[in-house]
């Protein structure tokens, strides 16, 4: 009888480490396969930003003014600001599957958004705010 133990334990030492090797083997198959699911999605992204990064210097080519990615704190102020009239120019060059027209609507009429910069405005050349 503790020959047939000693027998039944020398065989499973082989069994547990090759187990132990299956286990392994599956745990290094699953990190595998989500390092190339995290490669293959930061590859899709990558993609993504260079067809929109593509697609804003296609629009900023007609303008007089500096592509919008190339903005830094040395030529900020060579950019137009402070008016509702270049969101809305931004919005209506935005691509086709966005609806500006609901976006202008809602920063119009929800937000005020026109009124906003009227006060900025207003703030800025020291003139009276009217409520």
């Known amino acids: 009888m503790a020959e047939t133990g000693s027998l039944l334990r020398g065989a499973a030492a082989p069994l547990l480490a090759l187990l132990a090797w299956l286990r392994g083997s599956r ?27 593509a697609h804003v210097r296609r629009e900023c080519a007609s303008s007089t003014s500096p592509c919008v990615l190339d903005v830094c704190a040395k030529d900020i102020l060579n950019y137009p600001q402070g008016a509702f009239a270049l969101i ?39 003139q009276s705010v009217r409520p």
């Open 27 to 53: 745990q290094r198959e699953a990190a595998a396969e989500a390092e190339a699911a995290a490669e293959a999605e930061a590859a899709a992204e990558a993609e993504a930003a260079a067809l929109f990064a």
């Open 88 to 126: 809305e120019d931004d919005l209506a060059r935005a691509p086709p599957d966005i609806d500006s027209a609901a976006s202008i609507r809602v920063l119009r009429q929800a937000c005020q958004l026109p009124q906003v910069f009227t006060h900025r405005k207003e703030l800025l050349h020291g």
